[in-house]
């Protein structure tokens, strides 16, 4: 500063760099996708009576490295959304299941076991 109590305009402050602002940008936008996503689950569960869970997919789960339409899904059970790292995805009959994937399903409480069994349970020779 000045004696006069100005800044000095040509005193460097700090660097940023583009790749700064887009990282800034892409954590704000993820933050607000999850913050919609979590606010639609209270919705769906408060408007229909029934639970939609969040199931995070572990290796070696039995739907790990198929598509969603090669899976036999739990009756009444609906695939809402698909979280894979920072992309929120609608899941489609094509989409590739890949463990780390967070799965937020309408499930009856009746139908969670099953649920389980297929994004959590390890695969085993005599389950097949």
């Given amino acids: 500063m000045h004696s006069d109590g100005r800044a000095q305009p040509r005193h460097l402050l700090g660097l940023l760099r583009r790749t700064d602002l887009v990282l800034a940008y892409d954590i704000v936008l993820t933050r607000r996708a999850t913050a919609r996503h979590q606010a639609q689950q209270v919705r769906l569960s408060t408007f229909a009576g029934v639970n939609v869970e969040e199931v995070v997919i572990e290796p070696?789960?039995?739907?790990?490295?198929?598509?969603v339409r090669e899976i036999a899904w739990p009756r009444d059970?609906?695939?809402s959304t698909l979280r894979r790292g920072r992309q929120i995805l609608i899941p489609r009959g094509d989409t590739m299941i890949k463990a780390g994937d967070v799965l937020a399903v309408v499930v009856e409480s009746e139908r969670r076991a099953a649920l389980n069994d297929l994004c959590v349970g390890r695969w085993s020779e005599a389950a097949s």
């Fill in 77 to 79: 059970c609906i695939l």
């Fill in 60 to 67: 070696g789960a039995p739907c790990v490295g198929r598509k």
